[in-house]
């Protein structure tokens, strides 16, 4: 299957500060990625669907000046959580579609841990 | 309805038996089920999926049993592994629109 990394694999900051975490497609062009959200023991929350050269469309309740998603080329996504705060803290993991496969499928990156001080 | 349902929440299984894990939807328009197994720590890979033109579909020791009729699919882990034990998600869509995922199931097969 495809490969999507994503980077860094953990980070730490503290409140206020901003964080970048890159999602990449190694094999193929993603023209859709999508951002989720993961909480201990639950299941995957969409937070957005970023579309290259276009803006990203959030899911209700997904504050878009605070998660600000940037999918600037076909193999790039970027998701900025601005001004961190504690409740921000968690698991963000990127999937990509690969636009090539007859099936609507999703190839999901490594995760991100945040952790906000 | 776009919710997709599965159960259990989480299962204990010995080394060696059948893991079965049940998924049902209520949008019909739905038209591709895919399964992700996901370890602690680390992002969902796929697994094995299936499209409603088929009722059951195996990869070496996984299956995927779908009843369209029922709006039901379940997946099958036979002779169950150690290293089998992770959080499954089922997840259902159709082409162009977003996944719906199920809450997942919490597997710990027992050495």
């Known amino acids: 299957g495809a490969v999507v990394s994503q980077h860094p694999s953990w980070v730490i900051c503290k409140s206020g500060t901003s964080v970048k975490i890159e999602c990449r497609s190694l094999d193929f062009q993603a023209t859709t990625m999508f951002w989720y959200r993961q909480f201990p023991k639950q299941s995957l929350m969409l937070m957005a669907t970023s579309n290259e050269g276009s803006k990203a469309t959030y899911e209700q309740g997904v504050e878009k000046d605070k998660f600000l998603i940037n999918h600037a080329s076909l193999t790039l996504s970027t998701l900025t959580v601005t001004s961190a705060h504690p409740e921000d803290s968690s698991f963000y993991i990127c999937?990509?579609?690969?636009?090539?496969?007859?099936?609507?499928?999703?190839?999901f990156g490594p995760g991100t841990r945040l952790t906000v001080l | 309805q776009q919710q997709v349902k599965q159960s259990p929440q989480s299962l204990i299984v010995q080394k060696g038996g059948i893991s079965i894990i049940n998924c049902a939807y209520e949008n019909t328009a739905f038209d591709y089920f895919p399964w992700y197994q996901q370890f602690p720590g680390k992002g969902p890979a796929l697994l094995i999926a299936i499209r409603p033109d088929v009722s059951e579909k195996k990869e070496g020791r996984f299956t995927i049993s779908f009843n369209k009729s029922a709006k039901q699919f379940s997946l099958h882990i036979m002779d169950s592994q150690p290293g089998d034990s992770a959080t499954y998600f089922c997840?259902?869509?159709?082409?162009?629109?977003?996944?719906?995922f199920g809450p997942g199931t919490r597997l710990s097969v027992l050495p």
């Open positions: 999937s990509a579609r690969d636009p090539g496969l007859a099936w609507n499928e999703q190839f």
């Open positions: 997840a259902a869509t159709n082409y162009g629109q977003n996944f719906v």
